[in-house]
């Protein structure tokens, strides 16, 4: 029988698994409360990534947000008024920044991509753009940090993830990237990540997702839920009220709030991002992640995109052009672009869960519900998996990929203040 699924929240995640759903028989609605992309799809880096991915909790994290509460030039920052909403969540956070949870993190994370290829293959099938541009190339001032770097992602290999086979010097990078400052001394090439444009990608889901018909609601606020036990029966919206055999939660950013009205905690909180463009410059073809400087530049056909920060100010985060400024003044150190020439200034929020891991399951109290949130700084990575394992469990009620680590409910346990809401 076809089952009818409706999608809220029409993001990377919401647009691919609408793809897929739609794709394997079902009958797809996708609300969002702006326009489709709107949020941080499009904005993104660009890095298409099985080999950098990380969660944000890591050792020394909690002493950097702390540090930034006085220092607002910090790639990590936390403004004090965003504190209050984040005691919960931040408590969460700092229990998981041990080492030992970090690493289990980024096996997570491995063990998720797995079947990165086959799954963005897929997305390919079905309409999306999946172009990929050259491999990132991740270069470093000082030899001994590029050591250690290099050295965290060899226990990776035992999980599928495809590691540097070693350092090059800075001779050797600059071949690669003619723009790199005389001060790089050693990097390696991340064969496994790739550029590709979020735009192209976004826009041409859209399109197939209009060409398969499927029914699309813009600008429509989720206002009120109606549940009987263990089901949700029907969604209103300032545009209409929606009925359904499954419906699928993957509002980026907006999750939280979105999930009260289900009565659900999605411990989700918005982690504000900026990016800024420059002219395009042959010195520059390959995407590079300044690991030193907690940027990154990727080139794309009509721009070089650079990107950074992650700034935590509350559920309606404010724009700040010393976000801006910081990206632009670290770089210069490390690449010789044209940062005079800077345009295109853009701010965005990213869905960041305590753990740095998504939120991917059927909580325990619907069963005819999925969430897909939380899925932080690498949406863009972890889209093409995610959407084959959430369309595989709306429609068969069971993934082939495993999502035991990314339990929606993992952190109900707590009854700390504010947790997930």
């Given at each position: 029988m076809t089952k009818s699924v409706v999608v809220v929240g029409g993001g990377l995640v919401g647009l691919?698994?609408?793809?897929?759903?739609?794709?394997?028989?079902?009958?797809?609605t996708i609300i969002d409360a702006n326009e489709l992309g709107s949020g941080a799809a499009r904005g993104n880096a660009g890095f298409m990534c099985t080999t950098l991915l990380e969660p944000l909790a890591a050792p020394g994290a909690v002493k950097s947000a702390l540090t930034s509460l006085n220092d607002p030039t910090r790639a990590l920052r936390v403004h004090a008024r965003a504190l209050p909403g984040m005691i919960g969540w931040g408590m969460h956070f700092a229990r998981s920044a041990t080492q030992k949870r970090y690493v289990a993190g980024r096996v997570a994370l491995a063990k998720l991509n797995l079947r990165h290829s086959e799954a963005l293959d897929l997305l390919g099938s079905l309409g999306a753009d999946i172009t990929l541009g050259p491999e990132l190339v991740v270069p470093f001032k000082d030899p001994a940090i590029a050591e250690h770097y290099l050295s965290t992602l060899a226990p990776m290999a035992d999980y599928g993830v495809a590691i540097p086979t070693g350092l090059l010097d800075g001779d050797e990078l600059r071949r690669m990237v003619p723009a790199l400052s005389d001060e790089i001394r050693a990097g390696y090439v991340a064969s496994g990540d790739h550029s590709i444009d979020p735009r192209v990608f976004v826009d041409s889901m859209i399109a197939a997702l209009r060409e398969r018909k499927v029914t699309i609601v813009e600008h429509a606020q989720v206002t009120s839920v109606g549940r009987s036990e263990r089901r949700v029966n029907s969604i209103t919206t300032t545009k209409g009220t929606f009925t359904f055999d499954e419906v699928v939660i993957s509002a980026g950013a907006g999750s939280r709030p979105l999930g009260k009205l289900f009565d659900l905690r999605i411990a989700v909180v918005p982690g504000q991002g900026y990016n800024v463009g420059l002219p395009v410059s042959e010195g520059l073809t390959h995407p590079v992640i300044f690991e030193e400087a907690h940027a990154v530049a990727t080139p794309f056909a009509d721009r070089i995109r650079l990107g950074g920060t992650m700034e935590f100010d509350g559920l309606e985060p404010r724009f700040d052009p010393r976000r801006v400024e910081a990206i632009l003044t670290s770089m210069r150190k490390f690449i010789n672009l044209d940062f005079d020439a800077h345009f295109g200034t853009w701010s965005g929020s990213r869905p960041m869960s305590p753990d740095g891991?998504?939120?991917?399951?059927?909580?325990?109290?619907?069963?005819?519900?999925?969430?897909?949130?939380?899925?932080?700084?690498?949406?863009?990575?972890?889209?093409?998996?995610?959407?084959?394992?959430?369309?595989?469990?709306?429609?068969?009620?069971?993934s082939s990929i495993d999502l035991t680590d990314f339990d929606p409910d993992r952190f109900r346990i707590s009854k700390l203040v504010g947790a997930g809401r």
């Open positions: 691919a698994s609408a793809l897929i759903l739609s794709d394997r028989g079902a009958e797809v891991l998504p939120l991917m399951g059927r909580p325990r109290q619907y069963d005819n519900l999925v969430i897909a949130a939380g899925h932080g700084m690498f949406g863009l990575s972890l889209t093409p998996t995610s959407a084959l394992a959430i369309a595989e469990l709306v429609l068969e009620g069971a």
